[in-house]
Structure formats: C-alpha cells, structure tokens
C-alpha cells in the first residue's frame, strides 16, 4: 500500500474559485504567508477570509501549473485574544454567539480552546451555560478538530500523517477513541498501517498478548500478508500454524477468535470436495463467488449454438489471403457459435492471428466489439497487433482511486459497458479482484473471449484466474501447439517451449538466441558491453530504445539496482549539459531511461498527433519513459512515455525509477527488441520455470542469457511457483459459489 508523503500548508483564503455542493471539491486561492497557492481537493465550504490548515501534495497540471491538492482541511485555531473572540462569534461551535463568545474569552482569555479541549465543565462557571450545554460545544470542538488530535497523537507514536488522513476518511471524527482502545483497528484494509507499528502502541498500552483484539487483526494481517504473495486464501491448518508462530497464542485461542471472525463475516470459510477447508478475507471471497457465479450464467446463457461456421471461414481466408490451421479454426468457430471461449498458446502458434479473425468476425456482425488488457504496455501492444483501440481494464471500467489506493469504478452492475463482445488478451495478468470488476461491469449476454498464456507468470496481485477457469472445465478452452513453420526458425520461440516442457535449451551456432558464461562481477560488465558498444555497432540500434535488461531480482550484483547505476554511469554519465535531480533512492538525469512503478490516474500528458495535439490523464504501473527535461529552479522534470509528455513535480519523482534494467515481473505484458537477462546466483524463490519462460518470450529479435548454466538449468527443472492457494477452480467445478456464507 502506497505511504506517499504529504505536506502541511497554513494560509488565508484570497477567494474561492469554485465549490460543489454535492461533493465538497472546491477550487481556491489561498495566501500562505504572502505566496499565492492554488488548492483543489474536497474540503468543504470555506469561505473568503478563513485561515486554513491543510493537508496533502504538490502536483502539477499541465494546464493550470502547480497546484496544491489537499486531502484533509480544518479551519485553523486564532492566537490572539480579539481574533479568538471573533473566531467564536462567528458561528463556528453551535450555540454561541457575539455575546456568549465575549464572556468566555473575557474569563479564559488565551486558554479558551485548551478549556474546550481538556475540561469543559469549567464553560459551567458563565452564565448560561449549563453542564449539559458545556458537553454540547466540547463534542463540536473536538468533531471540528479531531484531525489535528489524531495527526498529533500518531505522530508522538512514530505513525506517519497518511496514515492517519486514512484512518480519519474512514471512522471520521470518533477515529482517535477508537485508536485509543484499540490501536490494531488501524491494520484494517482501509487505514494498512503495519501490524508491527500497531503492536508497539498496543504493548505501551498494557494489551494482552492473546487479546481478542491483537488476534484478530493477527489473523487478518497473515491473510493479507499472503495475498500480497499471491494466495487468496489459506487452507485453515496453514493459517492456524502461521498465525499462531507470528502472534505467539495457543492454537485454542486461534480456534476462538477465527470462529469470532466467521460470525462477523469478516474472514469466509470455505470447504472443497475434499474436505479440507480454507479461510478467505471477505473481499477475496465476495470476488471468487460472483466470478463463478457470472461465469457460470454467462455459460448458459452462450449455449452452444451448433452451426458451423465454416463458410464464413473460408471467405475470411479469402479476404485475409490466411490459411487457417484445423485447430486455429476450430477456435474461431468455437467463438462464433459459443461466444465464450479461452484462447491460449506460446509464441509463433498463431494466438494473434486467431484472435484477429474472431474480432473480425464478430464486428461483421454488427456486434461492439471492446478489447482490453491489464497494464498499459500489453494494451498497446494488443493495439498494434489487433488494430483496435485497446483499453487498460481499469481505464476500460474508469477507475477512480480513493486515498490509500482504493480503486472504484465508474462502471459497474448499475453502470453497465455498452459491449456486446468482450476481449481480454494478457488474462494470465488478471487478477481476482480485477477480473470481478471486469466482469460486473459486462451484460450477462456479453460474449467473452479470455485470451493469455497459462505458462507465463500468474499475476502480481492475489488470484491465478487464468489457470483455474482452465482447469475448471466450466468454459471451453482452445489450446494452440503447434508452432508455425515461420516461427520454428527462432531460436527463442523454440527454446520457450522447452523451457515450459521442463527440457534443456538449445546452445550454440543461431541468429536470436545466445548464452555467455559469467559469474559475479562478471555478469554486469558483460552486460554494460552487450548495451554501450557490442549490440549497438553489429545492429546499429540504440541501447535505451531497443535493448531491455532483465534480471529475477532487485538485490545484489546483477540485481536491477545495481544494473541500473552501472548502466545509467555508461550509458547516460554526468555531463554539464545535462540537468540532474536527486531523489532519497535516485540520481535522475535528462536522458535516463525511466519506469512508473504505481498506476497514476491524475498525470496529466499530451501528445502530437497528426490531427494536433491530444491530452490524457493517465500513467500506468510498467510505463516507460525517457526523461526530457530537468528545470532546477521550477523541480519540474518532464518525461515522455511513447509519445506522451507528462510533467513531474520532485515528490511525484518517488513513484518514478531507472528502468535500464527492469524485473521480469515488470516486464510483463511487453516486449522488446533485445532482451538480455541477468541469470546469476539469487535468492531460489525467485529460480523457477515460468520466471524464465517468461522473460525469453518478451523478446522480439534476440534474447542473450549472461550468467550461470547451472543457474538456467535449476530454473527449469523447478517448476513450482504456479502454486498458489485459490477456491475458484473448486467454485465454477462444482457450480457452488452461491452456497458460500457471505
């Protein structure tokens, strides 16, 4: 989860641009100590002449410059006794006017607000003012400003603000006695504040170490902690073992509290065929049963017509001068007739090809056809492979993120996607809680066509949706093996489908594929040759623009940290032409190839274009960019990503890294001219079989290992990373995701 920094700003509102009554978002200008600030953000009716204590980021728009985005906003408390008279008589607390307000700050002068705060009864001593009245304004007092006791309180605990804006959103005002008797509440999804910060407060607080408390947000937090490793649930032993090692309870006390969990809904139970039973977070569990539930009624609902498409297929090869192989056919027929199917294949077996005479097919139609994939790079290329314009899913859906990261779509079951058929390329990406979204946002009469490679890397996020619905027999599956003569000729294509089957590749004399032995040190100073001078003088390419570093790893020697500062030194040195920028884990510098590393919807780009100049409002997790232009005096650093320019303020910097050398898992959904990967001695967990597959198959013209055999030969025997914890298959198998107790 996302700990962005924030910032205070104190100023006197100059003028309000707008405001909304339904929603709170108000446009102003504010005077911080003589500098005028633009302020955008949900922070209520203000009016010309308040003075406000804001919190939130510097961001810039490319439009309207820089602005100040304010997350949270409380009218600031006055000092000075003729401000504080006025402060109070102007309405502020309930109940008291002119008169009431010259009469306690005549008794309490500066104290007023300490008095308000931490003994009210003394409000008692005026005229007036009866106990149950003083309760009345303390409760008021202390609603209008439990932000900055809450902001104060966390931070004497070390917590830091975006925390507590969280946790503020959503208790809203009652939030610090809620912390306060229960610190562990803050682990909740919505606030994600480590349960080791929440323990530290706990224990200051006396807590016991079997509390009911500290046990549930426990057990919540090992579920959480595995979802983030790609499990949706837990077999209830496991979680029973983890839970107990981690909190140091009795495994009776676990038996307690998780049946304590079960009856607040709050962590599902479910029971496969088997017998064995597996404990579920309610988000995931929600998510796997309305994913087989839609699946299942999209299933009926696409029953198998039985006509045969084959005239329609042959006039299509006509047209397209494509000769279609018996298998590819048979997808395409399947699609046409069934309007629900699974595609899937490895490199050079035609995946493209089918999917391309399916669209087609179906907009002959008359049907709407929307294509989709998950991530930015894999949407862009599925646009240049179909010739449609394909949408992330999330900009498909029109995501709106909440603070903490917390997405929201704009289109759902009440906000329907006006599409009859429904393409989805790169699902192996897909994850649980994605594909929900997705799919609740498609009429039950949608065809749906998943396409992706079940051998790739499962997804980043929590599910392994592809390989369940395949293994679910719920919906029918097309599988392409046969690799094109054309394609049997790479080198790369070939060795991918060993490396899947668990065998050897093949070495020596080829145009695309190459192995060179390195250890160590060794590894990097190949690879920094490969880039500056090898590569780019027998094919004339540029490094930054054709050649893609790969590693398994962030850490150590070959590790993209360090790849990335060795190949940024020779690659892109210092010069004094050339404008730089430090960040706390960074030296950027104009010219260095760059990398998003979390979605930003609020990015504002622009792009030339042949019919003029286009605008967005987007950068995806995965982009990437070149940086253009470092300007010292306003922080501004501008960076284009294919074609779109976007502008950064310094703190926006910290969601930005090198991306000389990239993960495999980030490298996901896209491919490159040249890859070469790092294939040295790391961490096992990261040495498996589908890791490798993946990173050979991002490769267009050429892939280059520089490392161990040893190393190659462990990742493809170990074939064990595909395993994750997930009830889907059982759900849509067994047509019992409604029984589930949600």
Not at 290 to 315: G, T
Not at 435 to 455: M, N, Q
Not at 612 to 633: F, K, Q
Request: proline content about 3%.
């Amino acid at each position: 989860m996302n700990t962005k920094k924030y910032t205070t700003l104190k100023g006197t509102v100059d003028s309000v641009v707008h405001i909304s009554e339904e929603t709170g978002f108000a446009v102003i200008m504010l005077n911080a100590d003589g500098k005028p600030v633009t302020v955008v953000g949900e922070i209520g009716d203000v009016d010309e002449g308040e003075v406000l204590d804001l919190v939130g980021e510097y961001t810039t728009h490319r439009k309207y410059g820089e602005q100040f985005k304010a997350h949270l906003c409380e009218r600031a408390l006055p000092a000075k006794i003729t401000d504080i008279r006025k402060y109070l008589a102007g309405g502020v607390i309930k109940g008291i006017g002119p008169v009431l307000a010259k009469k306690i700050v005549d008794m309490f002068g500066e104290r007023v607000f300490e008095v308000f705060e931490n003994d009210p009864m003394q409000l008692t001593k005026i005229d007036g003012i009866s106990p149950r009245k003083a309760k009345k304004y303390a409760e008021e007092f202390a609603d209008k400003f439990a932000v900055k006791r809450l902001m104060s309180y966390l931070s004497s605990n070390g917590i830091a603000a975006a925390y507590a804006i969280r946790a503020y959103k959503a208790w809203g005002t009652c939030v610090l006695e809620m912390i306060e008797s229960n610190p562990y509440c803050m682990c909740s999804f919505e606030v994600g504040l480590p349960f080791g910060k929440a323990d530290e407060i706990g224990q200051r607080q006396n807590l016991a170490n079997d509390c009911e408390e500290r046990v549930r947000a426990g057990i919540m937090t090992v579920l959480l902690k595995n979802s983030t490793e790609g499990h949706t649930c837990l077999p209830t032993d496991k979680l029973c073992q983890l839970s107990c090692n981690f909190l140091a309870v009795t495994e009776d006390k676990f038996d307690e509290i998780l049946q304590m969990l079960h009856d607040d809904k709050v962590v599902i139970r479910y029971t496969k065929k088997s017998g064995r039973t597996y404990e579920m977070l309610l988000d995931f569990a929600k998510a796997d049963v309305n994913i087989s539930r839609r699946l299942n009624i999209m299933s009926q609902l696409a029953y198998d017509s039985k006509e045969d498409f084959s005239d329609v297929i042959d006039i299509a090869q006509e047209q397209n001068g494509i000769t279609y192989e018996e298998i590819q056919r048979e997808a395409i027929n399947n699609a046409l007739s069934t309007g629900f199917l699974v595609l899937t294949g490895g490199p050079g077996t035609g995946k493209t090809t089918t999917l391309n005479a399916i669209i087609s097919l179906f907009e002959q139609q008359g049907l709407n056809v929307m294509v989709t994939a998950p991530t930015g790079r894999a949407a862009k290329r599925l646009t240049e492979l179909t010739g449609h314009d394909a949408k992330t899913i999330h900009r498909l859906l029109e995501v709106k993120y909440a603070d903490g990261d917390v997405p929201h779509f704009t289109h759902n079951e009440e906000n329907l996607l006006g599409c009859d058929v429904c393409v989805v390329d790169e699902m192996s990406m897909v994850d649980s809680l994605l594909f929900d979204a997705l799919l609740r946002a498609l009429p039950l009469t949608c065809k749906l066509i998943l396409v992706g490679d079940s051998d790739q890397l499962p997804s980043v996020g929590a599910g392994n949706v592809l390989k369940d619905i395949i293994e679910s027999g719920k919906v029918p599956v097309v599988q392409l093996h046969e690799v094109f003569r054309q394609a049997q000729c790479s080198r790369i294509v070939t060795n991918a489908h060993r490396i899947i089957k668990g065998e050897q590749i093949i070495r020596g004399d080829c145009d695309d594929f190459f192995f060179f032995s390195r250890s160590g040190r060794g590894v990097a100073e190949l690879i920094v040759s490969l880039c500056k001078d090898r590569l780019p003088a027998e094919y004339g390419i540029i490094p930054t623009e054709h050649i893609q570093v790969l590693s398994p790893t962030r850490i150590g020697m070959s590790g993209t940290t360090e790849l990335n500062h060795v190949l940024q030194e020779q690659l892109n040195p210092p010069a004094s032409d050339k404008a730089e920028i430090k960040t706390f884990m960074n030296t950027f510098r104009v010219g260095d190839k760059v990398m998003q590393n979390r979605n930003n919807y609020d990015i504002v780009w622009r792009r030339e274009t042949e019919k003029g100049v286009e605008h967005g409002a987007e950068i995806y997790n995965g982009d990437i960019g070149t940086i253009l232009d470092i300007n010292r005096s306003t922080g501004l650093v501008t960076i284009d990503f294919d074609g779109r320019e976007c502008l950064y303020t310094i703190t926006m910097m910290e969601n930005i890294e090198l991306a000389y050398a990239v993960t495999v898992h980030k490298s996901q959904g896209s491919e490159f001219d040249y890859v070469i990967y790092a294939a040295d001695e790391c961490n096992e967990k990261l040495l498996y079989r589908n890791l490798l597959y993946t990173a050979v198959t991002r490769a267009r013209k050429m892939f280059i290992i520089v490392g161990s055999a040893a190393v190659i030969n462990y990742m493809i025997q170990h074939n064990h990373k595909t395993n994750r914890y997930t009830c889907l298959k059982e759900m849509l198998a067994e047509d019992n995701g409604d029984e589930v107790d949600i």
